[in-house]
């Protein structure tokens, strides 16, 4: 019933787990998840969690922090791996000045051509964005990403660039930290996204929502934050839990 449009599975903190973590989240509602392949290592493995569980759908692209290592041949291969089956979108991509691992200007560009690549492709894009908002938006804006369409991952921020960004064609990705006390303008835009351009996610192992805060984050935890936004705008959870998985099948473009 559940979709968590975006967790890490295919890192170090679950290794050896896969298998029992994919059956807690089928247990809690989840019945699909998009793994995030961030870097040669982590797409390596979205692609085996990908053939060896039905529930796992790939999202594939190259992580900011990771820009200064972007190259003609990564990109090459990434053209090749965005073809394949069970890819639903392409990312995670974007700008992460936090910790500022590679030069903006290096960042920017990365990003750029990773966008024109989905759009090539046709492909959905799922964005980064860390203490970077005004140069995401520039980007995505002046590229057209939202010609194919795209998620704003784990999404932090305020009403008004709810409102920029779904201007430009983006959809809304609610993580955990809706349910956190220190993040009441979250809520509101849990409140006021149009109900069918919202989407939930975990972002695991980061982000566990309350009752979970500080402990490692799992995909069976996104029922958390489709509840936070069932409280939020006084609907059902069933309601929710059903739009938002539809909302994700559609923007994926996969069948129920």
Partial sequence: MLFDTHTHINVSQFKGEEEAVIKRAKEHDVTRLAVVGFDTETIQKTFKLSRQYEEVYAIIGWHPTEAGTYSDAIEEKLIAQLQEDKVVAMGEMGLDYYWDTAPK???????????????????????????????????????????????????????????????????????????????????????????????????????????????????AYVRYVAEEIAKQRELPYEEVARQTTQNALQLFKLTD
């Fill in 105 to 219: 200007t290096v960042q920017q560009d990365v990003f750029r051509r990773q966008i024109r690549v989905a759009k090539e492709l046709n492909l959905p894009i799922s964005i980064h964005n860390r203490e970077a908002t005004e140069d995401t938006y520039k980007v995505l804006k002046e590229e057209h990403a939202g010609d194919t369409g795209g998620i704003m991952h784990s999404f932090n921020l305020d009403t008004y660039w709810m409102e920029k960004f779904l201007d430009i064609g983006m959809h809304i990705s609610l993580s955990g930290v809706l349910t956190f006390k220190n993040a009441p303008e979250v809520r509101e835009v849990a409140k006021q996204v149009p109900f069918d351009k919202v989407l939930i996610e975990t972002d695991a192992p980061y982000l566990a929502p309350m009752p979970n805060r500080g402990k490692r984050n799992e995909p």
